[in-house]
């Protein structure tokens, strides 16, 4: 799977640089045979829009430090989550704390919205070590995100198993109901 990851700085403790290199280490832990690439959030909108569909990243991955609603208009993020959707691509933003919900967010083009101040217990704890919270968040919603596009190197050991009973009563496709 083809992963963009672009995020913005995560005012007053990582660069967007930063940010970005510590979701890739995470991501590729996730993940291993993903294929990530690097760039910055102002160049990301543009460089989808102008991407041949043959291209284009199966993911986008953005992010900063507070996710709230100021956060859907006339931001980096905002523009490359609508580029994003646009292109028929999903986008998830990993934050450092997350203030709007699923339904808002996903009207302004993004699937998946998650905070590392949650992961790690509290945002003291993700601000205590920014970089390794925000890793090792990247980490797992890249067990979950990657992978995906019907590759067949999913991880066996984070999907659920199968069930022996269906979930519906009654037969099964092809299974005949009628009593003999």
Known sequence: MRVLIAPDAFRGTLTGDEAATAIAD????????????????GEAARSLELTPDDELPDLVVTGEGSLE??????????????????????????????HVGARVAFEAGIHGAYAAGANAGSVE???ADPSGTLSAL???IAVH????RGRADLRPEVLPPPRAEPLVPGPRPGEDDSPD
């Not at 995470?26 to 959030?41: L, N, Y």
């Not at 995100?145 to 995906?148: I, K």
């Open 145 to 148: 995100w990657g992978g995906r």
């Open 69 to 98: 609603f100021r956060s859907l208009r006339d931001t980096a993020v905002a523009a490359l989550a609508a580029a994003a959707m646009a292109r028929s691509v999903p986008c998830v933003v990993l934050a450092g704390q997350v």
């Open 26 to 41: 995470g991501w590729t832990r996730g993940a291993t045979a993903d294929e990530i690439r690097r760039s910055p959030v």
């Open 138 to 140: 990247a980490e797992g």
């Open 125 to 127: 704890a993700s601000m």
